[in-house]
């Protein structure tokens, strides 16, 4: 029988040869200094206020660092998936079947029993898998393959694995020793188990080189390695080969699939991938990419033409002025418009009362309102607003302007013929880098902003009361790890929602007290869930009417699951 080798810089001993040419190694490599969490707090509270992108200044991998320190891994997304005590990328705790210089084919995995181990009984749509790197070396990259399956729970590495959604990361150096958020799309049905693959295929050429990112921090359950060149012929977890480590990895998802949307739609910029999105204002971790943005500068304001709301205008911060086909996300140059003073834009938005198009400006010492002519491509100043650092434009269908200001953390309200705002209250976040905000129509008295906080480090959508200012988080943009600036809606956010339970309706929705439920049919029970899956709230009815008092929930956003005559709906409810 084969027996396997293990080079480990920080691990004494081996557990047999197999062959000078082939093994599992993890021998460091690496002379560079560790990044610590301690000198990217200090990176960040040096920077202080900027209205410009968080990509200028953090690496992806240090921006994920922060968003997990001040977060936690389990809170960036709507759910997190994973068997990793921490997120540490271990220097020397790598692992792959390899030579010295080139990888063999290496088939790694993890299987999740979601129904036994997280409680998700209703199916789990994945929408990205995450997975740490180790050393790489690479003259031109190449392909890694996640793959994921569905199975029986408890049958792995034995059972069936049903392949239901694949996607390929190109690995480059660039990807030393980061963690790779590698979008997947994958369906795993009702009461099954999840196993994710990552497959790397030897391609001869001696040329490329790689191991898989661990620690030693401890795992909830193994990671399992198939490595043939290295004797490991069938999924082997890495404790019986005697390695101590174990893969850092994650799947992101939503286990409330198909749920209820919103009738209204926002569109924005996410300006982690310089990419036109669009989502549903009660679910923003699901957004869809519509096209590739062209603009040279930092994508900072934009608004949709209430007249045409197939289209959309967007001004760069050095004044690059584009119309956007929101249906292909097709831009098209309109010219240039250069911002007041030393001003660059931050924000615009048109008053659906006058058609009016205005923006505002700031360089985080003064800020100011002008009107845009689209035509002529020009602005017109309005005049200065008294605020620092206004970052975002909202109107309501009433024509009343506002902003919030990434100085002093406060919301205002704004006069749109003088150009003067007045403070309306705090926000109740460290509000930094570029931003933005939208009225959505039918949500009369608030406003919503596609908002980075400094604090938190993520990205958030948040809802705020224009007559308090105090602002609650909605969701987060791919776990608030995108940086998404300008947001403008079109449609209406509808008070009673149309669901799959048909003859069931609930409302008012956004609700900070009671919440009505009403059916053609008897409704048998009700649960309301957090996004973690938690339990907050349940309740046997057996009538066709009832009142739920939620007001001592926290704010934010929760799942509720309505059964009426044994069938079962999922809505998104939204508590201030």
């Known amino acids: 029988m084969k027996k396997i080798t293990l080079l480990l810089a920080f691990f004494i001993g081996s557990v047999g040869l197999m062959n000078a040419q082939s093994s599992f190694t993890g021998t460091n490599t690496s002379t560079q200094t560790p990044v610590t969490i301690e000198s990217l707090i200090t990176r960040l509270q040096n920077i202080g206020n900027v209205a410009g992108n ?21 809170n960036i997304a709507p759910v997190v998936i994973t068997q990793s005590n921490t997120q540490t990328i271990e220097s020397g705790a790598e692992i792959a079947c390899a030579s010295p210089t080139s990888f063999r084919n290496n088939n790694v995995y993890r299987a999740f029993d979601l129904p036994g181990d997280y409680g998700i009984m209703n199916g789990l749509e994945v929408t990205a898998v995450e997975f740490a790197m180790g050393t790489i070396s690479t003259p031109s990259g190449f392909p890694i393959t996640a793959n994921i399956y569905s199975t029986t729970p408890g049958s792995f590495p034995g059972g069936t694995l049903t392949l239901q959604g694949t996607a390929v990361h190109m690995a480059t150096n660039a990807d030393f020793e980061t963690m790779i958020n590698l979008p997947l799309s994958a369906m795993i049905p009702a009461g099954e188990a999840m196993v994710m693959e990552l497959v790397l295929v030897d391609d001869g050429t001696d040329t490329n080189f790689m191991r898989f990112g661990c620690n030693n921090d401890g795992e909830t359950g193994p990671s399992y390695i198939m490595a043939p060149d290295c004797g490991a012929n069938t999924p082997t977890p890495l404790f019986d080969l005697g390695l101590s480590q174990g893969f850092v990895w994650n799947v992101l998802g939503d286990d409330e699939p198909g749920g209820g949307a919103d009738p209204a739609e926002v569109f924005g910029i996410n300006n982690s991938t310089a990419s036109l999105i669009t989502f549903d204002p009660a679910d923003p971790a699901a957004f869809t990419t519509l096209g590739a943005s062209p603009a040279a500068g930092f994508e900072n304001a934009g608004a949709i033409d209430p007249n045409d709301d197939g289209t959309a205008y967007v001004l760069d911060n050095g004044g690059a002025f584009y119309s956007v086909d929101l249906a292909t996300g097709a831009y098209t140059s309109l010219g240039s418009i250069a911002a007041p003073g030393s001003e660059t834009w ?55 302007g506002y902003s919030h200001d990434i100085v002093d953390d406060n919301f205002y309200y704004v006069d749109l013929g003088t150009g003067t705002a007045s403070i309306v209250g705090s926000l109740g976040f460290d509000a930094n880098f570029g931003q933005g905000g939208t009225y959505i129509k039918g949500d009369a008295g608030f406003v919503y902003l596609s908002a980075f906080d400094g604090g938190a480090f993520q990205g958030q959508w948040r809802r705020v009361d224009v007559l308090t200012g105090a ?30 339970l048909e003859g069931f309706a609930y409302y008012p929705n956004p609700t900070n007290g009671a919440l009505s439920l009403k059916s053609v049919n008897n409704i048998d029970s009700v649960a309301i869930f957090n996004l973690l899956g938690q339990s907050v709230l349940s309740s046997k009815v057996g009538a066709t009417t009832t009142d739920l008092d939620i007001s001592g929930l926290t704010t934010g956003t929760y799942i509720m699951k309505v059964t009426v005559d044994g069938q079962t709906g999922t809505y998104k409810v939204l508590k201030n």
């Open 54 to 74: 968080v990509n200028d200044y953090f690496t992806p991998q240090e921006q994920r660092m922060l968003n997990v320190h001040y977060n936690g891994i389990q």
């Open 346 to 400: 931050a924000g615009m938005e048109f008053d659906p009362t006058s058609g009016t198009l205005y923006a505002i400006s700031t360089n985080i010492t003064t800020s100011t309102l002008s009107t845009i002519d689209i035509g002529a491509a020009t602005a017109t100043t309005v005049g200065a607003t008294g605020m620092a650092g206004g970052i975002s434009l909202m109107i309501d269908e009433n024509g009343d």
């Open 471 to 500: 602002s609650t988080v909605v969701g987060l943009f791919n776990g608030g790890a995108d940086q998404v600036a300008w947001t403008s809606a079109k449609g209406e956010i509808l008070g009673v929602s149309e669901n799959a």
